[in-house]
């Protein structure tokens, strides 16, 4: 009788278990290099919506001021469909 093998399947590997495996694999110097900018991306993001909500913020106080009136979210959302 003869019997065959079963081809086995590879491992599914998703892209950020690669991308994970990869800078592990790198010595400490660029692994180091990769997290500073990482934290630097994410203080320059932060930065933006800190300025952001600061300048919306000072429109609606503006508005208040002034006795303008803004639009109300359904208005705004209409607009859209």
């Not at 290099?33 to 952001?52: G, K």
Request: proline share 4%.
């Amino acid at each position: 009788m003869v019997s065959t093998m079963q081809a086995t399947q590879p491992p599914v590997l998703n892209t950020v278990d690669a991308l994970w495996t990869l800078i592990q694999a790198q010595p400490k110097r660029v692994q180091y290099a990769l997290s500073a900018r990482l934290m630097e991306n994410d203080l320059i993001a932060q930065a933006y919506v800190r300025d952001s909500l600061r300048s919306a913020i000072q429109e609606v106080k503006e508005a208040k001021r002034t006795g303008r009136s803004f639009q109300t979210a359904d208005d705004f959302l209409k607009e859209f469909e």
